[in-house]
């Protein structure tokens, strides 16, 4: 089944660093993949989305590009704020069966000042 | 505003109880789709219907039943409450095929169950 990964426990940076988080992706046939991003208090919002292979999403300063060889849809920021305080979902869908997204756990990133 | 309106936004009830949450999609979405957000099991899909048919299931308990409306709008039905079922349950809404779209979720309805 379709299914994503997400790297493992929350990520603390300072003001101004360098944001990677990664996420993995199994699925059947040729899916579309998805970043959402949840601020405290709040529901999830669509940050970018690829709807194939080498396209590269972007919005608000951060990017990902869709891999299919490396199945990742990694997503980056190069100087992050205190703003991009929340926590990322990665997500993908397919055209197949009944279109819901399938979700990773998410990743809370915090940003020191 | 994102244009899924879910009410009430927090609801506190006694075990045993029963609840129904409410989900208004967003303008010319067809489709709607229940989320259920805990700490401990992340976003979990429950449910989703297509122009007032069922579609999909997820992991929804027994104790748990939702129906979409003719004018779209759909409740979540949540019986027999447990301490185990407070949790934050969103509704996300798209047109017929997500696949290249995404959803557009609410802010959510936070069930606090005592």
């Known amino acids: 089944g379709n299914s994503v990964t997400q790297m493992e426990g929350p990520v603390t940076l300072s003001e101004e660093a360098f944001l990677t988080i990664n996420c993995t992706y199994t699925?059947?046939?040729?899916?579309?993949l998805f970043w959402y991003v949840q601020y405290p208090g709040e529901g999830l919002q669509l940050l970018l989305k690829?709807?194939?292979?080498?396209d590269k999403g972007s919005n608000k300063g951060f990017e990902a590009t869709y891999r299919k060889e490396t199945t990742s849809f990694h997503l980056e920021k190069g100087s992050v704020q205190v703003s991009d305080s929340a926590v990322y979902f990665c997500?993908?869908?397919?055209?197949?069966?009944?279109?819901?997204?399938?979700f990773g756990k998410g990743n809370q990133v915090v940003v020191i000042p | 505003d994102s244009g899924v309106t879910q009410t009430p936004k927090h609801l506190i009830t006694a075990t045993g109880q029963r609840v129904t949450l409410r989900c208004s999609p967003r303008?010319?979405?067809?489709?709607v789709y229940w989320y259920q957000q805990s700490l401990d099991q992340g976003l979990q899909f429950l449910i989703q219907?297509?122009?007032?048919?069922?579609?999909a299931k997820g992991n929804i308990l027994e104790r748990f039943s939702a129906q979409q409306f003719p004018d779209l709008h759909s409740e979540l039905n949540l019986s027999s409450l447990e301490l185990g079922d407070s949790a934050l349950y969103f509704c996300?809404?798209?047109?017929?095929?997500?696949?290249?779209?995404?959803?557009?979720f609410g802010s959510g309805t936070r069930l606090t169950v005592v």
């Open positions: 996300a809404s798209s047109p017929r095929d997500a696949g290249g779209y995404g959803y557009t």
């Open positions: 699925a059947t046939g040729y899916p579309s």
């Open positions: 690829a709807t194939k292979a080498d």
């Open positions: 997500a993908l869908s397919t055209s197949y069966g009944n279109n819901r997204l399938a």
């Open positions: 303008s010319g979405d067809l489709s």
């Open positions: 219907y297509y122009n007032g048919e069922e579609r």
